[in-house]
């Protein structure tokens, strides 16, 4: 682990609101010599701190008007079931993320799609077609007050 101090979580701050800040803005912004924030920057990509740069999509503009997390519970806790599992889920260009969790069910989908119908369908068709599904519970978000994924 890198030892990081104020400055370097300002570098952080600053990067995450704006990933295409100029080495002159974010010098300026976080108090440093473009130079010396250039130096940090590069040190925590470096470090592996910063792993790479994405652009924030509009979901609105790219059709999605329906997104819901999934908890997902498996028949069998076996790693060739889950594997099976993980592979579909990286199929699927519904699922914008799949994470492997703890408590009562194995999976938490965050799914984005269309409209009701489109979900409907990857509710149904797809993710309750695969043989290592054995509960689905859907939560419909409804608005998002805060959201700082990149």
Same mark, same amino acid.
Do not use: W
């Given at each position: ?10 570098? $952080?701050?600053? #990067? ?27 040190? $925590?990509?470096?470090?592996? %701190? ?21 908890? %997902? ?34 999976? $938490? #989908? ?16 797809? $993710? ?23």
């Amino acid at each position: 682990m890198i030892e990081m101090d104020a400055i370097d979580r300002k570098i $952080l701050r600053e #990067l995450s609101a704006d990933g295409r800040l100029s080495n002159l803005a974010l010098a300026d912004r976080v108090g440093l010599s473009p130079s010396a924030c250039l130096r940090r920057t590069q040190a $925590l990509e470096k470090a592996g %701190v910063i792993r790479g740069y994405r652009a924030v999509l509009s979901a609105e503009k790219r059709g999605i008007g329906f997104t819901a997390y999934i908890t %997902v519970g498996l028949n069998q806790h076996t790693k060739p079931s889950q594997l099976a599992f993980e592979q579909a889920m990286a199929a699927a260009s519904q699922v914008r993320e799949c994470h492997n969790i703890t408590g009562p069910v194995e999976y $938490l #989908l965050r799914v984005e799609v269309a409209d009701l119908a489109a979900y409907k369908h990857f509710h149904t068709d797809i $993710l309750g077609a695969l043989p290592q599904v054995r509960t689905l519970t859907s939560y419909v978000v409804m608005g998002s007050p805060k959201d700082e994924r990149a």
